[in-house]
């Protein structure tokens, strides 16, 4: 139910704040590996010079809308974490 979803949203969320904070996260994993471990961003879009290949998810408290907690990770052609930025 709902409930579930956004309270697994929330955890996930936290980790990936938490595996940042703490140097945890790693370049080069999947695209695939990120949203398992940490649930569905926010928002995706398109990124970088070639915009049909590259991709940035936006992840940020799901409950908490006026969190100043904003994280983008950015990943290659190939599906690939190529880095990310915190706000």
Do not use: C, H
Not at 23 to 39: D, F, H, I, M
Not at 45 to 62: H, I, M, Q, S, V
Request: hydrophobic content about 30%; aromatic content about 16%; glycine content about 8%.
């Amino acid at each position: 139910d709902i409930d579930d979803y956004m309270s697994k949203q929330t955890r996930g969320f936290n980790m990936l704040r938490y595996d940042i904070d703490n140097n945890r996260l790693t370049a080069g994993v999947s695209e695939g590996y990120v949203t398992a471990k940490y649930g569905d961003p926010v928002f995706e879009e398109a990124a970088g010079k070639n915009t049909a290949k590259t991709r940035r998810l936006f992840y940020r408290d799901p409950l908490d809308y006026f969190s100043r907690d904003r994280m983008y990770l950015y990943f290659d052609e190939d599906g690939k974490l190529t880095g990310w930025t915190t706000e």
